[in-house]
């Protein structure tokens, strides 16, 4: 992988006695606090989240809260995780192309941030507009920068809910009412100029709309 971690400005403990109220703490000071910067010779993206949902899998303690387990989401502090439609085939126009943030600093320890809803240089993006034009500028091994830094508008209020439509199929069994219970997506309300936004989830489970007053 060639993406270069650059200026990381959110900082991250794992020193956690409890790890769902860790996670839960670093993903809303996230939401609240930071946008990521993108950016290479040719591009620059200026990312703004309203919606994440946080992943988290600990090898060693046998802690899933739902992480894929791949290796580009662990040790991996600061790099993008893209999730493709298909294993088989990496395409760049998918309405199911995703990506992720990612915070783990750790070996055996998969922990991201999956980037639902942005504000990419001031314009809206669903979760597959902001992979597919990452991936159609980068390629998802290409030579960008990424930066984590504090931003001025910050949001007021940012709420914790469930994540929608998961585990997906296949899940364990035993698992599934667990995963589906925890409440680890996060969702800007109102950021500090007044701007409003409403989850309102559509088919592709990726809307959040401006509240119109």
């Not at 298909?86 to 990506?99: G, H, L, W």
């Not at 320890?109 to 993006?125: A, D, E, P, Q, R």
């Not at 599934?176 to 109102?190: I, P």
Request: charged letters at 35%; proline letters at 3%.
């Amino acid at each position: 992988m060639s993406n270069n971690s650059g200026k990381m400005e959110l900082k991250v403990s794992y020193d956690w006695k409890d790890p769902m109220s860790g996670i839960q703490e670093t993903a809303k000071d996230f939401v609240k606090n930071y946008e990521i910067h993108v950016h290479n010779e040719s591009h620059d993206f200026v990312i703004v989240p309203l919606w994440v949902e946080a992943y988290y899998y600990d090898e060693d303690k046998r802690i899933d809260y739902g992480s894929d387990g791949k290796v580009r989401q662990e040790n991996n502090f600061g790099g993008l995780y893209f999730r493709f439609t298909s294993k088989e085939k990496e395409t760049y126009s998918s309405n199911y192309n995703r990506v992720d943030l990612c915070l783990s600093d750790k070996d055996k320890i998969h922990f991201s941030l999956l980037l639902k809803s942005t504000l990419v240089n001031g314009k809206y993006k669903t979760q597959s507009q902001l992979a597919n034009d990452l991936l159609n500028a980068f390629g998802p091994d290409g030579d960008y920068t990424v930066e984590v830094v504090k931003r001025e508008n910050r949001a007021a209020s940012v709420k914790t809910e469930k994540r929608i439509n998961f585990p997906p199929k296949g899940h364990p069994e035993e698992e599934r009412e667990k995963l589906a219970n925890m409440e680890l997506a996060f969702t800007v309300d109102r950021f500090t100029d007044n701007t409003e936004f409403c989850l309102e989830p559509d088919k592709e489970h990726t809307k959040l709309t401006k509240k119109i007053k």
